[in-house]
């Protein structure tokens, strides 16, 4: 890498880290905040539907935005506005009505970094897939330390020490977004001059997939510390052994979904190399096929079995993002790279919001373990839909 790829990648990574972050520590705390409110868990988890919300459909406004006044004002705004509403969250965490607004801006202000991150990598880095893997590489390492850190602070501190770590996080980064190198993102308008005009339908079809496996990640998401704190008491017991009788459900729960977001990140180093290697298209199919039946498996297991499959699935549905983003930047014009990855997360992110509610019906009418069902049928069609792209991206090439 050359050094502003290095400044950039500090800054963007560090972005992708805690846009992930901010939206994790929400389900990590959600069974003890459902205590400290008096409300069961699907009250609580409708609580974060406008944060998930607003995280993916202000994107594409966001991206517009990016792409004509840069990333580094935008990714400013960001780090200002979810810090100042983590703050805000802290002082109202019995108040359910003021915590909806608070975790609402920070999904709006969380929201600003994909489309302006990404953006900039794909506009400025030589080698994408590498970029963008890792830059994914942190994102996963933000899924991995907010169930984490949130389940430790919360157990020593409580809620309200969760959101004031965010606050001052995020905060934090506006150090390094002022340490990064600007960049005007003419390498990569270079590299694509006098390349013929693109089809415009392999990136709608792409548009679809991206869309169906955003539903499958915030249904992963939104459930997994929950899922591993009812259906791990088994293992939680043996835990309790090891530690001498410290801990909670809660604490081992958001452990365990640490380490199976760890395991996720070695899959985006994983897809990186499949995107420097291969044909991007073939590697997006394969990643998400073997999602199908590691999904099924976490429906009928418990414990170790559980885990096990689990970390599969990361491995495979977080490892998939690089490619992904490659082919976002492959198949939309150079000009509007921010848009376009701003139209992908309104998709993936705002659309995939929605899975909050897929999740809390299908768990009142059949039992949480029927949710990981629908997300296996939800994976398998997004799996026809990437052989129909990749049919498209042929038919495209040939003409």
Request: charge should be positive; aromatic fraction near 12%; glycine fraction near 12%.
């Amino acid at each position: 890498m050359s050094p502003r790829e290095r400044s950039i990648l500090t800054v963007t990574c560090f972005g992708h880290f805690m846009s992930h972050f901010n939206m994790l520590v929400f389900p990590a705390i959600l069974l003890p905040l459902s205590g400290k409110l008096g409300m069961d868990m699907g009250q609580t988890l409708a609580l974060s539907f406008w944060m998930y919300l607003l995280f993916g459909l202000t994107a594409f406004p966001w991206g517009m935005l990016a792409d004509r006044f840069g990333a580094r004002p935008l990714l400013a705004v960001f780090y200002l506005g979810a810090g100042g509403c983590g703050f805000l969250a802290a002082l109202n965490l019995s108040d359910s009505f003021a915590l909806g607004l608070c975790l609402a801006g920070i999904g709006l202000f969380s929201g600003i970094y994909h489309p302006a991150g990404l953006g900039w990598i794909a506009k400025e880095f030589e080698k994408t897939s590498q970029g963008m893997a890792y830059n994914g590489m942190f994102g996963n390492l933000g899924l991995a330390t907010a169930p984490l850190l949130a389940g430790s602070v919360n157990y020593i501190w409580g809620a309200e020490a969760v959101y004031l770590v965010l606050g001052m996080m995020n905060i934090g980064g506006l150090f390094l977004l002022y340490l990064a190198r600007n960049g005007q993102g003419g390498l990569q308008v270079r590299k694509n001059e006098g390349e013929p005009k693109r089809s415009l339908a392999p990136f709608l079809i792409l548009l679809l997939a991206m869309t169906l496996g955003g539903i499958v990640y915030r249904g992963t998401s939104v459930t997994l510390p929950a899922y591993f704190e009812l259906q791990n008491r088994d293992l939680y017991q043996g835990f309790l052994v090891f530690s001498g009788q410290i801990g909670s459900p809660n604490l081992f729960a958001t452990l365990v979904t640490s380490f199976i977001y760890l395991v996720g990140m070695a899959g985006q180093y994983a897809g990186g190399r499949v995107g420097e290697s291969c044909d991007l298209g073939r590697g997006y199919l394969i990643f998400h096929l073997i999602t199908i039946p590691a999904a099924l498996a976490m429906a009928f297991t418990t414990d170790i079995p559980l885990i096990l499959f689990a970390m599969i699935h990361s491995f495979f549905l977080l490892g998939m993002q690089p490619l992904e983003n490659t082919l976002v930047a492959r198949l939309s014009p150079p000009e509007i790279h921010s848009s376009a990855f701003g139209l992908k997360f309104i998709l993936t992110f705002g659309v995939g919001a929605l899975s909050v509610k897929m999740v809390t019906l299908i768990r009142t009418g059949f039992g949480f373990s029927a949710v990981y069902i629908g997300l296996t049928l939800i994976s398998t069609l997004l799996v026809c839909t990437i052989l129909v792209l990749n049919n498209s991206r042929k038919v495209s090439s040939v003409a």
